[in-house]
């Protein structure tokens, strides 16, 4: 079973019209304070709301993650009954407007893009590349994550077919961190204290 952008879906019925995209920004901040008191009750992190339009009916899309001193996804079980609880939240919603919507939750995944600290922290022991500000590329592997940055041990590129070195370990501040990504491996993940399945395809229940 993957952990990995597992997705449910609930729908229900009623008619309205689309608003401007500056209310639905609002709504889905309105959305999100009204939901993330039921995420948290799960000990999940609410991680985002988005509301996408589609003539009268609007997809709810709400992304939940594990808190960022825990590693692996969220299994498709806790994603299934958290579901049916903010389905059953919005359906409760005093300011609604009966509009039909189509509920989606989701976990983040191994390709989510690393913007932020908390990302960083859920993906120690990952191996990531690395886009630095005035500085030279890096791939390495998480081995801690504070306030200030992230400290990888890096992977030197040798010949083709042999088993990549490792360098010093490298503290990379956040303020020169570009951007970040976690590398898709199917190997070191034993040693990483990984689960397999979290490296797996995405599946939906």
Do not use: C
Request: hydrophobic residues 35%.
């Amino acid at each position: 079973m993957s952990n990995a952008e597992a997705t449910t879906s609930s729908d229900r019925n009623g008619t309205g019209t689309a608003g401007p995209a500056a209310a639905h920004q609002r709504e889905a901040q309105r959305l999100r304070a009204l939901l993330e008191p039921t995420v948290q009750a799960h000990r999940l992190y609410l991680e985002d709301v988005d509301i996408n339009i589609a003539g009268s009916n609007r997809v709810v899309h709400v992304v939940v993650d594990l808190p960022q001193e825990e590693t692996g996804g969220v299994g498709l079980d806790v994603i299934a009954e958290i579901s049916k609880e903010l389905s059953n939240v919005l359906d409760e919603d005093p300011q609604d407007d009966n509009r039909p919507y189509d509920l989606e939750v989701s976990s983040p995944g191994v390709g989510r893009p690393l913007t932020e600290a908390r990302h960083w922290y859920r993906a120690r022991g990952r191996l990531v590349k690395v886009k630095v500000i005035q500085g030279d590329d890096l791939t390495g592997r998480i081995v801690s994550v504070d306030d200030d940055g992230v400290t990888l041990v890096p992977e030197i590129a040798v010949k083709k077919g042999m088993k990549p070195k490792q360098g010093e370990p490298v503290k990379i501040p956040f303020d020169r961190i570009r951007h970040g990504k976690v590398e898709i491996e199917f190997s070191h993940l034993e040693e990483a204290g990984l689960e397999n399945e979290y490296n797996g395809p995405s599946e939906e229940a």
